[in-house]
Every structure is written in C-alpha cells, then in structure tokens.
C-alpha cells in the first residue's frame, strides 16, 4: 500500500479523490500498489462527509509522516506551495502538482532538490488539464530536436473565441456568460490576457529544451481586443482566430509570443473548439505530432494528477531524471520575430500608401463599411509597429 | 556508451540510423549515454556507404555479442522477426520493433519473457507510426478506465479517401496515384482491405485493458467498395468517410471493429486529411484526448523506434513492467454492435416499405440520380443486414 496526502481539496484536489476512489482497481493494477489518501490538508473542515477524518491543518502532520510517500499539491498560487514543495522533498517525499505559477516560477530548483532526495517532481497538469503533453515530451520525443510548439493553453479564452465567432457577440457579453457558466473566473485576467497561457508555454518551451525559459520574458498579448468584426474579416479570409502560446527556435535563437493569431484551416489548431486545448509540436524528424484534449475541468485535470500519483508510487525512491536546467535562455525581444499581421484602417487610408510602406502586402475588402483590411507579410514586429504608425489601425492581429 | 544492433536496414532501420547519428547530441543528453550502432543484420551489403563495415548477415554475431544491449527491429512479418525477439530477451537484451504483426501476434508472450530477463520489449513504432501513443496509454492514461478507443489507423486509406473526396475520381485511378507515388504498396491488400488498421486496434486495445485482443476476432472491412456517389452524400450530410478502427467496452463487453464510416464535424477525427493519423482516446474521467501525427514514413516512424531505444537504454537491466495479459477477451461478434447504417437504393424501393422496416430512420433525397438514401439508425448488426436484404442496396456504410 501507498499513502499519500492532499494538499487542497478544491476542485481539482476533490477531483484527485474521486478518481483514487473511483477507479481504485484499474489504478491498483497499474500501479501493483494500493493507492490511499491519508491526509487532506485544507482549511475548512468538511464535517459529514467522508474525507472528514482524515483533514488537517498542520503541513507539519503530513511532513513528519513517514508513512506518506507522495504529497499531492492542488492549491495555486506560490506560496505557500512552494515552502510546503521543498520541505516535502527534502523529506524524500514526491511532489505532483497541478500549480503552474509553482512550476513556471520554480520548476528547476524543485527538480534538483527531487533529485538530491530520490524522490520526483511531477507536474503533468500544470500544462494541458487532462491532455498527456509532459510526459511525452520528456519520455516519447526524447529523439526530436524540437522546432516549434504551438499550443491553445487556455480553454477559458478558446470557449469565448469559439462563441463569439459562432454567435456572433461581442466579447464582453460572451465573457459575462462564460463567468455565469463556470467557464471564466470572476476576475478572468490571468486567463483573457494571456498569462495563463504565457505560464503555460515557457513550461513547455523549458521541458523541450532543457533549459529554463521564463514566463516574464515572453511578450503576451490577450483577447480582450478582439472584436466581431475581426471574425468577419477572418471568415472572409477562410481562417479562424485563436490565442496561440508559441515558441520555436532559429538559428540558435529561442523565440515565443503569446498573442491571438488568425489560423488558416491548414492548421489542424483552427479545427479546436471550445474548452478544448491543444499543441502542436514539431520536431527535426517526427514532423508535426499534436495532443488534443480536456484543457480544464475537475476530473481531466485530476486524471493528470492521479497519473504522476501512479509514476511516483512506481518509482519509490528512484529520480526519474527530467532535463530542465536552471541555466536561462533569453527569448529574444519579440522587435526582432519576422511575422505577418493583419491590419484593419479606415477607407480614407490611401492604398498606395500601404503597398509604399510595406513590401508583401494583399487586401481583404468589403467586410466591413468604411474600411477595409490588409495583411502585411513577413515583417520584423519591430519594424512593422513602427511603420503601421501612420494608418491608424482599428485593429492590429497576427496571421499563422 | 551503449552499443545496439539493427535488424533490417530498410525504410526504417535506415531512418532509425540516420536519427541516431543526425540528432546524436540531443539523444545523448536525454539518455545519459552516447548510442552507438554496434551491428546491422541485412541481407545485402551497402558497399561504399558508411555502415559497409558493420554489416552482418547471421544474427548469432549479434546475440553473442554480451556487448549489445538492445536490439533494434524494422523488418516486419511474423518469422524471422519472432524468432530473433525470443533469443534477444532471453539473452536480457532489449528488444525495440515497428512490427505490429509481430505485436499483434505474440506481444504477450514477448513481454513475459521480457519481464523474465530483466529487459523491456518496446514497440511504440508499431501503432501510430510517429504518433506518441502506447506509452501514453501505458503511463498517462494509467488512472483512466478506457470506454473507447477511435482511431484512423492507416495513412494510406486516409490518403486515398482525401484525395477521392477532393478531386471526385473513382477509388481506382486514386490507388493507381498513390502507388506511383509511393503512399500506397504494390500489392496494397493489408492497407485497403482494413487488415493492417486492425492489428493496430488490437494491439491498442489490448493495452488499454490489460488482456489479449486478438486481431482475428475483429469484423473488418476496407474501402474498396467506396465510391464517388458516397462523398456526394457524405457532403449533403455535411460529413466526412474515414476508415476507422474502434473499439468499446459496454456492459463489461468488449466490442470491436475496422470499416468505413461517416464521420461528422462534432467527432475531431473528421478533420484528419491525408496520411496523417489520429487516435481518440475516451476515458471515464478525463474526456477525450486525441493523438495526432504523421502515421507512416520513415523518419517519423523511426522516431518512434528510437524514444524505444532511449527507453530500453535508460532501463538497462530493469523490466518496466506492461500490463497485456495473455488471457484472451472475447470479441463480440459485430452481429451483437448496435450501428447506424447508410443504404443507397434505387429510388423504385418503397420509402413506406423502408419506414416500416427500420423503426428510426431519415431520407436523403436528390444527390444522386435514380436512387436516394437513408440512415437507419440505432440497430444491431445482425437485425439490420437481415431487414435490408429485401431492399437490394447498391451500398451499405456506417455513421459515426
């Protein structure tokens, strides 16, 4: 048998409980241990239900228990998850995570220290909710010199884009029901701007190249922008829009940006509706793989959990090595990213003008009255901003 | 440094060495080790290329060799292949294929004795081509209970359907293209008759519960009845035809099948074009998850064989234990699957004759002359090929 503790028995944490309970006995196989939860640690108290006995209060309980073998964190938030994390592995006790600010802010340390204590740092639904990504990376593309990743990380901000390009509404009534359905946070900024997502591919980015990527270097631009008009200008163009978290590498230089691009139907992210999430990765010999899936959600999130619980317990008192070291790889300023924007000006801007001022240029015309659109092809951003200055641009979007 | 032996020296053994030998550094810091090709066993010589001096033609050089720890092979078929695994394991030698016969035939066993040996018996390549899914199904989707598997299986069906549904020529002339071209074989029977998709769904199967699927017991159709008219009113219906391999649980029966159906724009397999493959994966608790890649060739492919490799050497001496039981699970007969059923007929066949015959049934009228359609859905197999026998139909395919 296997002990483990809770720490945070919220959405996500509930959601860890019930699959241990739930599919006790295809986990049991799997495993070739049973799995119990001896611990919660919480601050309410969950009296008349049947995690009662075993919630506390005190980290310590669960620290200076030898008997549990694997602390499972689903609180958010730095602190106090990362005091709780080291004093946990110090102790030669795994850490899985669902916390990505944990990861993204100290995903390397935390590894290290796994390492020195034979233990492991598992984070499988810090990226992804329910989708398998972080293990594949680390375990089934380990022959790839991974390109490029493109990910839709965030399934707040792909419900609203998807509604509002079917139902045509504007974003702000869209993101009002969104919260009323459970589907955006009362204060959705970390999600509508993009540092959900930004957290989520500097994870992705470090894993890929075994180097750390920080989030804070990533320029990250959210929807909130985004209006119905560019829908109809995207349908014009036969392509959708979504918010990509995106890294690659070029020439030895690292690259990422988090920003809503239009997506033609040649990229199998247009096809990703919904909550869903999805990221395409693409590597020197695999070509293009992408993993599909539950973004969010209790359960989907918990079974990513549940599936480091499964590795940890496997691997008692043996570091599966993961690459990710703390050496930092600048992300070049996004100035310098080559990349084709689409601009929406008014009617009075002089076509001229646009074709003078950019060299690859094609128009997308009566969409909308009294203006019209253009796309502006293969432009360093830095140049580009400085050259769109003088249009006056209703709208400014990126085009994959 | 850890030396390994490749058996087969074709399209993928080929592409396995060249991964090896392009992306050396990157595999090298994922493994901890250098990976060497000690030995390649093939019939002929590649006088003149850089591999002339380590060519051999008798595979007892190979597994005497105390010195080769995994061996690595990408020749298919049933024997030799068998053979050689057997006398690989028991000398504790890794064994890392891309032969879903051999799989399909005899993974059971192979990994036992596996087990037996302190070794691994790995085969990643097998399903999926580059598509990262047997370990997923073996270390991510470990807290899951598998409802049902989806998946297109094959890239040259896919490929086929593409393209007959793009350009509207018949199924003939499209083969004859994909043969020159090289996606599809000489003689393409395994491909287009659904028996290579099947293998692959049994051996996915098998995994996702644990126990033997035998490929024989699953009903399996191909395409080669598939016709232009069937795109028209796939298109009126506003689908897509896929050839899927499926497989279920319900009731505590494990249901299974290879054929044509059409696909709608609610299911993410329906946007998979080309020789691109896909596997859906439902789980109890996390939803759908979809797998997506380049399905064949042999770079992708031997990507896959060589995350194997890396594996196998980063677990020398060490069975990371597979749950595929010998015991074998009884398919249901596809007489016992309730489907829903597409049938062209002429449009002499009574409509009132057609309602009383299936009890829940839709008409589609128009596409094609002299004939009509109709969808009976929610039927067992066996009743339904019973009642439709009266109305002569000129085709018959399932609807997702």
């Known amino acids: 048998m296997a002990s483990i503790a ?3 028995y919220g959405t996500v944490g509930s959601g860890v409980y019930e699959i241990l309970t739930k599919n006790k006995e295809t986990i049991s196989k799997k495993t070739g241990k049973d799995i119990t939860v001896k611990r919660i640690l919480d601050l309410r108290e969950f009296k008349g239900t049947p995690v009662e006995n075993i919630v506390v209060h005190d980290i ?85 010199e991974i390109l490029e990743i493109d990910g839709i990380l965030n399934g707040t901000t792909n419900y609203i884009l998807t509604r509002m390009n079917k139902e045509g509404l504007p974003y702000s009534e869209i993101l009002k029901d969104a919260q009323a359905l459970g589907f955006a946070e009362k ?28 989030f804070e270097d990533i320029h990250t631009e959210g929807i909130t922008k985004i209006s119905n008009e560019d829908f109809k200008y995207a349908e014009a163009m036969n392509k959708g829009v979504k918010l990509l ?25 247009s096809f990703v509706s919904g909550v869903i999430n999805a990221i395409l990765v693409k590597g020197n010999m695999l070509g293009d793989a992408m993993f599909y899936g539950s973004g969010a959600g209790s359960l989907p999130t918990a079974s990513a959990v549940v599936s480091d619980i499964v590795e940890a317990v496997k691997n008692k008192g043996n570091h599966v090595p993961v690459l990710w070291e703390d050496e930092v790889v600048k992300v070049c300023d996004h100035a310098e990213i080559v990349s084709n924007f689409f601009v929406r000006v008014s009617d009075t801007v ?39 200055k003088v249009f006056d641009a209703k709208q400014i979007l990126r085009v994959m």
């Open 6 to 8: 809770l720490l945070g």
């Open 60 to 144: 310590n309980v669960i620290l200076e228990d030898d008997d549990i073998e694997v602390v499972v964190e689903a609180m958010g938030g730095d602190e106090p998850a990362y005091t709780y994390a080291m004093a946990a592995l110090k102790k030669g006790k795994s850490y899985c995570t669902s916390n990505k600010v944990l990861v993204a802010n100290h995903g390397p340390e935390l590894l290290k220290v796994a390492k020195e204590n034979n233990c492991n740092f598992l984070f499988e639904a810090s990226v992804g909710g329910g989708i398998p990504i972080i293990r594949p990376i680390n375990h089934s593309l380990t022959p790839e």
């Open 187 to 214: 204060d959705p900024t970390a999600d509508v701007e993009g540092f959900d997502a930004c957290r989520k591919i500097a994870i992705l980015t470090s894993l890929a190249y075994g180097k750390n990527v920080k």
């Open 245 to 269: 978290a995106r890294s690659w590498r070029e020439d030895g230089k690292q690259y990422a940006i988090v920003a809503p691009y239009m997506v033609g139907e040649d990229c199998p992210l």
């Open 350 to 388: 002089s076509k001229d003008d646009v074709k003078k001022t950019f060299s690859d240029v094609s128009f997308c015309e009566g969409v909308v009255p009294s203006e019209y659109a253009f796309v502006a092809s293969g432009i360093k951003e830095g140049d580009f901003y400085e050259k769109v």
